[in-house]
Protein backbone atom coordinates (compact mmCIF):
# COMPACT_ATOMS: atom_id res chain seq x y z
CA UNK A 1 0.00 0.00 0.00
CA UNK A 2 1.27 3.74 -0.82
CA UNK A 3 2.48 5.74 1.79
CA UNK A 4 2.28 9.33 2.37
CA UNK A 5 4.05 12.27 4.26
CA UNK A 6 1.58 13.94 6.28
CA UNK A 7 0.20 16.74 5.69
CA UNK A 8 -2.74 18.74 6.17
CA UNK A 9 -4.45 20.65 3.45
CA UNK A 10 -8.02 21.26 4.82
CA UNK A 11 -10.00 18.16 4.55
CA UNK A 12 -13.24 17.49 5.77
CA UNK A 13 -13.38 14.10 6.97
CA UNK A 14 -9.22 13.59 7.66
CA UNK A 15 -6.67 14.12 9.92
CA UNK A 16 -4.16 14.79 7.13
CA UNK A 17 -3.15 13.30 4.20
CA UNK A 18 -1.60 10.01 5.73
CA UNK A 19 -4.55 9.17 6.95
CA UNK A 20 -6.76 9.07 4.37
CA UNK A 21 -4.35 7.26 2.09
CA UNK A 22 -4.19 4.47 4.67
CA UNK A 23 -8.34 4.97 4.21
CA UNK A 24 -8.80 4.63 0.72
CA UNK A 25 -5.91 1.98 0.25
CA UNK A 26 -8.19 -0.29 3.13
CA UNK A 27 -11.62 1.16 1.44
CA UNK A 28 -9.68 -0.14 -2.54
CA UNK A 29 -8.71 -3.70 -1.01
CA UNK A 30 -12.22 -4.35 0.54
CA UNK A 31 -13.77 -3.56 -2.74
CA UNK A 32 -11.31 -5.46 -4.55
CA UNK A 33 -11.55 -8.64 -2.57
CA UNK A 34 -15.29 -8.60 -2.98
CA UNK A 35 -15.06 -8.11 -6.86
CA UNK A 36 -12.72 -11.28 -6.78
CA UNK A 37 -15.16 -13.28 -4.39
CA UNK A 38 -17.83 -12.65 -6.33
CA UNK A 39 -16.82 -12.96 -9.59
CA UNK A 40 -15.20 -16.24 -9.18
CA UNK A 41 -18.78 -17.33 -7.10
CA UNK A 42 -20.34 -16.05 -10.63
CA UNK A 43 -18.32 -18.10 -13.16
CA UNK A 44 -17.95 -21.32 -11.64
CA UNK A 45 -14.30 -20.60 -10.69
CA UNK A 46 -13.78 -22.17 -7.42
CA UNK A 47 -15.70 -25.80 -6.97
CA UNK A 48 -18.95 -25.64 -5.17
CA UNK A 49 -21.60 -27.89 -5.43
CA UNK A 50 -24.01 -25.16 -4.28
CA UNK A 51 -22.37 -23.03 -6.83
CA UNK A 52 -22.88 -25.84 -10.15
CA UNK A 53 -26.51 -25.37 -9.39
CA UNK A 54 -27.03 -21.65 -9.69
CA UNK A 55 -24.03 -20.64 -11.86
CA UNK A 56 -23.01 -19.38 -14.09
CA UNK A 57 -23.84 -16.13 -13.59
CA UNK A 58 -22.66 -13.90 -16.03
CA UNK A 59 -24.48 -10.48 -15.66
CA UNK A 60 -23.97 -10.17 -11.91
CA UNK A 61 -20.44 -10.33 -12.43
CA UNK A 62 -20.41 -7.76 -15.01
CA UNK A 63 -22.70 -5.68 -12.90
CA UNK A 64 -20.41 -5.46 -9.74
CA UNK A 65 -17.62 -4.84 -12.07
CA UNK A 66 -19.04 -1.57 -13.56
CA UNK A 67 -20.16 -0.95 -10.20
CA UNK A 68 -16.46 -0.78 -8.71
CA UNK A 69 -15.81 1.07 -11.72
CA UNK A 70 -18.00 3.65 -10.96
CA UNK A 71 -17.15 4.06 -7.58
CA UNK A 72 -13.21 4.37 -8.29
CA UNK A 73 -14.53 7.27 -10.92
CA UNK A 74 -16.28 8.94 -7.97
CA UNK A 75 -13.42 8.81 -5.83
CA UNK A 76 -10.91 9.92 -8.66
CA UNK A 77 -13.45 12.60 -9.91
CA UNK A 78 -14.81 13.91 -7.08
CA UNK A 79 -18.52 13.59 -7.89
CA UNK A 80 -20.81 11.42 -7.31
CA UNK A 81 -23.77 13.61 -8.53
CA UNK A 82 -25.87 11.67 -12.17
CA UNK A 83 -23.87 12.27 -14.52
CA UNK A 84 -24.63 12.07 -18.63
CA UNK A 85 -23.15 8.80 -20.75
CA UNK A 86 -21.42 7.45 -17.43
CA UNK A 87 -19.23 10.30 -17.47
CA UNK A 88 -17.11 9.51 -14.78
CA UNK A 89 -16.86 6.10 -14.83
CA UNK A 90 -15.54 7.03 -18.70
CA UNK A 91 -12.70 8.83 -17.81
CA UNK A 92 -11.79 6.51 -14.77
CA UNK A 93 -11.49 3.87 -17.89
CA UNK A 94 -9.71 5.86 -19.91
CA UNK A 95 -7.23 7.92 -17.72
CA UNK A 96 -6.34 5.29 -15.52
CA UNK A 97 -7.45 1.96 -16.58
CA UNK A 98 -6.18 3.08 -19.97
CA UNK A 99 -8.41 1.47 -21.76
CA UNK A 100 -8.85 3.25 -25.85
CA UNK A 101 -11.51 5.95 -25.68
CA UNK A 102 -13.63 3.95 -28.37
CA UNK A 103 -13.80 0.93 -26.43
CA UNK A 104 -14.77 2.30 -23.32
CA UNK A 105 -17.55 4.30 -25.06
CA UNK A 106 -18.41 0.64 -25.91
CA UNK A 107 -18.45 -1.18 -23.19
CA UNK A 108 -20.54 1.52 -21.57
CA UNK A 109 -22.76 1.70 -24.10
CA UNK A 110 -23.20 -1.99 -24.55
CA UNK A 111 -22.83 -3.43 -21.05
CA UNK A 112 -23.39 -1.12 -18.03
CA UNK A 113 -26.03 1.40 -18.84
CA UNK A 114 -28.60 -1.35 -20.33
CA UNK A 115 -27.40 -3.82 -17.39
CA UNK A 116 -28.42 -1.10 -15.27
CA UNK A 117 -31.56 -0.15 -16.18
CA UNK A 118 -32.74 -2.95 -18.11
CA UNK A 119 -30.99 -5.88 -16.95
CA UNK A 120 -30.05 -7.18 -20.29
CA UNK A 121 -27.34 -5.83 -22.90
CA UNK A 122 -27.91 -3.73 -25.57
CA UNK A 123 -28.03 -6.86 -28.33
CA UNK A 124 -26.28 -4.08 -31.61
CA UNK A 125 -25.31 -1.53 -31.04
CA UNK A 126 -25.02 1.90 -33.33
CA UNK A 127 -21.38 3.69 -32.82
CA UNK A 128 -19.57 5.55 -35.28
CA UNK A 129 -21.20 4.50 -38.35
CA UNK A 130 -21.05 0.64 -37.46
CA UNK A 131 -23.58 -1.65 -35.99
CA UNK A 132 -21.25 -3.21 -33.35
CA UNK A 133 -22.43 -6.95 -31.92
CA UNK A 134 -20.93 -8.58 -28.72
CA UNK A 135 -19.50 -11.35 -27.25
CA UNK A 136 -18.00 -12.27 -23.56
CA UNK A 137 -16.44 -15.47 -22.21
CA UNK A 138 -15.90 -16.41 -18.37
CA UNK A 139 -12.04 -17.46 -18.99
CA UNK A 140 -8.86 -15.17 -19.13
CA UNK A 141 -7.78 -14.53 -22.60
CA UNK A 142 -6.02 -11.15 -22.91
CA UNK A 143 -5.98 -12.05 -27.20
CA UNK A 144 -9.59 -11.88 -27.30
CA UNK A 145 -10.23 -9.55 -24.34
CA UNK A 146 -11.70 -5.86 -25.22
CA UNK A 147 -11.17 -6.62 -29.28
CA UNK A 148 -13.35 -5.06 -31.57
CA UNK A 149 -13.05 -7.06 -35.10
CA UNK A 150 -15.05 -7.02 -38.38
CA UNK A 151 -17.36 -9.66 -38.09
CA UNK A 152 -20.62 -9.14 -40.63
CA UNK A 153 -23.38 -11.37 -38.83
CA UNK A 154 -27.06 -11.43 -38.82
CA UNK A 155 -28.80 -11.07 -35.00
CA UNK A 156 -32.18 -11.69 -34.04
CA UNK A 157 -33.55 -9.28 -31.46
CA UNK A 158 -34.75 -11.18 -28.74
CA UNK A 159 -38.62 -11.76 -28.43
CA UNK A 160 -38.97 -9.56 -31.86
CA UNK A 161 -39.02 -10.70 -35.16
CA UNK A 162 -36.04 -7.95 -35.91
CA UNK A 163 -32.47 -8.93 -37.41
CA UNK A 164 -30.36 -6.82 -37.43
CA UNK A 165 -26.89 -6.86 -39.91
CA UNK A 166 -23.76 -5.99 -37.06
CA UNK A 167 -20.94 -4.82 -39.27
CA UNK A 168 -18.26 -5.70 -36.21
CA UNK A 169 -17.93 -7.63 -33.18
CA UNK A 170 -16.91 -6.85 -29.76
CA UNK A 171 -15.11 -9.36 -27.09
CA UNK A 172 -15.17 -8.89 -23.18
CA UNK A 173 -13.27 -11.55 -20.59
CA UNK A 174 -15.23 -11.18 -17.50
CA UNK A 175 -11.94 -12.68 -15.76
CA UNK A 176 -9.77 -10.21 -17.35
CA UNK A 177 -12.20 -7.48 -16.99
CA UNK A 178 -12.36 -7.52 -12.84
CA UNK A 179 -8.49 -7.95 -13.11
CA UNK A 180 -7.76 -4.66 -15.39
CA UNK A 181 -10.18 -3.08 -12.26
CA UNK A 182 -7.59 -4.91 -9.78
CA UNK A 183 -4.62 -3.67 -11.75
CA UNK A 184 -5.73 0.07 -12.31
CA UNK A 185 -5.28 0.35 -8.52
CA UNK A 186 -2.55 -1.12 -7.66
CA UNK A 187 -0.01 -0.70 -10.64
CA UNK A 188 3.03 1.50 -10.91
CA UNK A 189 3.49 4.18 -10.78
CA UNK A 190 0.37 5.04 -12.60
CA UNK A 191 -2.67 3.11 -10.57
CA UNK A 192 -5.27 4.74 -8.83
CA UNK A 193 -3.54 5.03 -5.49
CA UNK A 194 -0.13 6.00 -6.72
CA UNK A 195 -2.06 8.92 -8.22
CA UNK A 196 -3.81 9.48 -4.84
CA UNK A 197 -0.45 9.10 -2.92
CA UNK A 198 1.01 12.48 -5.38
CA UNK A 199 -2.21 13.44 -5.00
CA UNK A 200 -1.90 13.80 -8.90
CA UNK A 201 -4.56 16.87 -9.94
CA UNK A 202 -6.22 17.31 -6.47
CA UNK A 203 -6.81 13.93 -6.38
CA UNK A 204 -7.09 13.78 -2.90
CA UNK A 205 -9.58 16.33 -2.33
CA UNK A 206 -11.43 15.04 -4.46
CA UNK A 207 -11.39 11.90 -2.58
CA UNK A 208 -12.49 13.17 0.50
CA UNK A 209 -15.36 15.12 -1.67
CA UNK A 210 -16.61 11.78 -2.67
CA UNK A 211 -16.25 9.81 0.02
CA UNK A 212 -18.81 11.06 2.42
CA UNK A 213 -21.73 10.99 -0.38
CA UNK A 214 -20.53 7.23 -1.30
CA UNK A 215 -20.19 5.67 1.96
CA UNK A 216 -22.14 7.72 4.49
CA UNK A 217 -18.65 8.22 5.99
CA UNK A 218 -19.33 11.11 9.29
CA UNK A 219 -17.34 14.15 9.07
CA UNK A 220 -14.95 14.07 11.49
CA UNK A 221 -13.12 17.08 11.45
CA UNK A 222 -13.87 20.76 10.89
CA UNK A 223 -13.98 22.30 7.55
Known amino acids: MPTAVATTIGFSNFSD???LITYAGDLCERKLHHLKN????CLLTTNSAT???NAP????????SFSVIDMLGSLYTGSTEDQPNCERSYHYMTK???IEPKKASILLQIFQHKLLHFADPSTVIEFGGSRISWNYFHESNRSRHLQLRPNKITIQIPLTPTTLQADEEFSLSITDFALDIRNS??????????????NIGGSQRKFDRAVSDLLCYRTQYPR
Open 96 to 98: VMN
Open 51 to 53: KMA
Open 17 to 19: SKE
Open 185 to 198: VYKSPSGYLEILKN
Open 38 to 41: DVED
Open 57 to 64: APYPAMLF
